[in-house]
Every structure is written in structure tokens, then in C-alpha cells.
């Protein structure tokens, strides 16, 4: 057997075992399987809702399970392990078969298909689309698709951050087709990263204002250094002022004491020539009285 026909095999094969456990592991809310082939074994993940139905009373739901496995679809000792979904509205898988329970039970379309797009939102998704397909109304086959939040649909975006599944749900009215697709931020990359843009304007505001208030406590600190740095100037030219107009006051004192002691050197001259006279008159007479 040639090596494309043997991964055709294989994949055959795991496709029937997946859906095989969708079915058999239905109430336990079957997500998906991660089936891996080492040298010792098999390893098969089940990543379910409810760990406890899986295992069963002491483990013999875990057993007649492997059994299965390595009978029917020739799994080499498989070794199972059961890991908990921690949020199970994420998983489209479950909300597939949560949707299709509410339908078979009587639940209108409509109101099925709301109550699973607020549940998945609830849950943190970024987007979900829900398309249910088939025997809706009547005789002849409809369809609706239903979008909530931000969903890629082509790209490597879709590829990475969407996850789909497909349930079947038989009703009186026929076949009806139940499709969900899911973005997860989880696994959006960090430079795509969507952000608010509200925020970032209430942010700009915010420190525009800031900057705008911490210009004007600059402008005011400057304008009072300035006023301050004018009072200065103004009290030193008062200084200047006041060392000059004592100055001049010294000098005329100085001028006034001149003057005055002009006056009296011109005086006591006066007094002394008048007693020079004096002495010259009485000299005359005494010559006048000798001869």
C-alpha cells in the first residue's frame, strides 16, 4: 500500500473515531479529541465539560472506552487522559450540541440561535456567527445566519483566531443544520490586537489638559520671577536713588560750611585792619604831641 493511500486510511479512520465519541460522549460535553501516536501507544486527550461521566464509577467508563478503541478502530493500548474545557462556551462543539438539545426538545429556532449568541459573548468571544440551515418553517428549505462582534472571515486571521463545527439536528419537520463559528481573543497575535478607541481620546484630552495646566504654572512661576526680578530692580534704583540724594545733601552741607567759613576769615580780616587803623592814629598823635 502506498503512502497516500495509507494517510487517506488514517484519516478515515480518525474521522469515524471522532464521530464516534461526538456520540458517545454526548452528555459529557464532547469538545474535540487530540490523538497522537508514540512508540509505547496511543494517546487520546478528550477535552469534555464533565470529567466525571467520562471516568465513571471507578473508572470503568474510562475502561470499557479504551476497549472500544482498541477493538473496533485498531488503536495500538491506547492510553486516554480527560482534560476539563475551563470555558465550555467558547468550544463550538458544545454550544453546537447545546443548540441542537434546545431544538429537539421543542425550543423554537429563533429563540435557540439568541440564546446561544448571548451565551457565547457572555463567555469573552470576540465575534459569532451561527448559521442554521434546513426544514425551518415548512416544506421548503431556508436559511439564517446570525452575527455578533468582530468575525474574520478570510485570511490568516480566520485561519488562527476562528473556530467552526457542524451539528445535525432531526425534527418533525425534517433536517436542520446547525454551524458556529467563534473568535477568540486568546489567540489574536499582539500587534493586531483590537483596541478601544474611546479611551485613548478621553486619555489625549486628559493629558492635553495636563500639559495645557503644567504650561500655565510654567508661565505664571516665570511671569512672578519676572514681577520679583522687577521688584528688585526697583528697590535697587530706590537704593541708588536714596545713596544719591545723600550724596548731594553731603555735598551742600559741605558747600553751607565753605561759605560760612569764608564769612568769617573775611570778618576777622575786617576787625584786624580796623585795629591796624586804630594803631596807626594813635601813632600820629603821639608824634603830633612830641613835636
Known sequence: MSAIK????????????????????????????????????????????????????KGTGIRALTEKLETDF???????????????ELAPSVMCNRMASHIERGTAFRRATMWTLKQIMKGGAMGVQITISGKLRGDRSAFEKHTVGIL?????????????????????????GIRIRIARKEKLIPEFEMRDKKPKKVKQVQEEKTVKTSDEAAKTSDEAAKTSDEAAKTSD???????????????????????????????????????????????????????
Open 152 to 176: 474574520p472571515r478570510a485570511g490568516h486571521h480566520a485561519e488562527i483566531i476562528v473556530d467552526e463545527d457542524i451539528a445535525h439536528v432531526k425534527t418533525a419537520m425534517g433536517l436542520i
Open 237 to 291: 534704583e530706590a537704593a541708588k536713588t536714596s545713596d544719591e540724594a545723600a550724596k548731594t545733601s553731603d555735598e551742600a552741607a559741605k558747600t553751607s560750611d565753605e561759605a560760612v567759613s569764608k564769612v568769617k576769615s573775611e570778618t576777622e580780616q575786617i576787625v584786624i585792619e580796623e585795629e591796624k587803623m586804630k594803631s596807626i592814629e594813635t601813632l600820629e598823635e603821639e608824634e603830633a604831641k612830641l613835636k
Open 74 to 88: 485498531g488503536l495500538k493500548s491506547p492510553q486516554i487522559s480527560v482534560v476539563e474545557i475551563e470555558k465550555p
Open 6 to 57: 495509507n494517510v487517506i486510511k488514517d484519516n478515515y479512520n480518525m474521522m469515524l473515531l471522532k464521530d464516534y465519541l461526538r456520540d458517545a460522549i454526548k452528555d459529557a460535553g464532547f469538545s474535540h479529541a487530540e490523538i497522537s501516536k508514540t512508540p509505547t501507544g496511543t494517546r487520546v486527550a478528550l477535552h469534555v465539560t464533565r470529567p466525571g461521566i467520562v471516568i465513571g464509577r
